[in-house]
């Protein structure tokens, strides 16, 4: 398999494309990452140094790729962060001209916006033009409880109001949505969820809450489930490989101490994942 992966880089620590790329080939998937910022780190230290690239200069690299003969080849064009208003465009055009030389390839949308205790962190445009024009061209989407509330214009908050709002936000144009981060108010104390709903139906998987602020992991899941989904087309088993590498690295990473993800010291739990989550169908 190999994917075409459009996010963030940082040199220090583990999100976009960095905290992607490195399990996604401990899977054995070929990755073809191309950059939309070159940061030191990320932005939560509220201090960093790098550049922002331009949309125009993403678009080169992504042209420089097609014009390798590497389109035919791709399976899956993934995408996070979007830090401009720009990058949308170029990465839509990308999906286009990939799916135009593979058409059995498929649009992995992360459409990072922000969380339930946060609020909205990105700029007030991209939320908009993620809802109007990214989301629809998705194939797949991975947002949190509550961007997918955004998304919708509804407010997720049991399992039926949040099968209701995955259904919605499916209406839109992506087959299939994976709800992380889901928080029902009737779920054992402790706990957090997540749920895969596709065209076969729904499936919901519970673990323990890790308390700690993880940057990067919701992009290693949305790398992970695409990938493990995109290869077998079981939604369960992507839900419960996903679940059980993510929940070892954020419990390694917590364990650690360390505020970085510990990406590369978790790597058997990706390449051997010990599948200790059971999955629900829910519908």
Known sequence: ??????????????????????????????????????FSNHTGYGAWRGPLIAPDDVREVITGIEERGAFGDIDVVLSGYQGSEGIADVILDAVARVKSANPSAVYSCDPVMGNAKSGCFVAPA???????????????????????????????????????????????????????????????????????????????????????KANGSGDVTAALFTAHYRASGDA???????????????????????????????QDAYAHPRMQFDVTQVR
Do not use: C
Not at 4 to 21: F, K, P, T
Not at 181 to 186: A, I, Y
């Open 1 to 38: 398999m190999k994917i075409l992966s459009i996010q963030s880089a940082v040199a220090y620590g583990h999100v976009g494309n960095s905290a992607a790329v490195f399990p996604l080939q401990r899977i054995g998937v070929e990755v073809l990452p191309v950059y939309t910022v070159n």
């Open 126 to 212: 991209i939320p908009i033009l993620l809802r109007e024009k990214v989301v629809p061209a998705a194939d797949i989407i991975t947002p949190n409880q509550f961007e997918l509330g955004f998304l919708t214009g509804t407010e997720p908050n049991d399992l039926a109001s949040t099968l209701a709002s995955a259904d919605a936000a499916r209406a839109m144009g992506p087959s299939t949505v994976l709800v992380t981060s889901v928080e029902r108010p009737d779920r054992p104390e402790g706990t957090i969820e997540m749920l895969a709903v596709t065209p076969d139906g729904a499936w919901i998987v519970q673990t323990p809450h890790i308390p700690m």
């Open 236 to 266: 369960a088993d992507a839900l419960a490989k996903t679940t059980s590498s993510v929940w070892d690295l954020l419990d390694n990473t917590h364990r650690s101490g360390q505020r970085e993800l510990q990406l590369i010291e978790s």
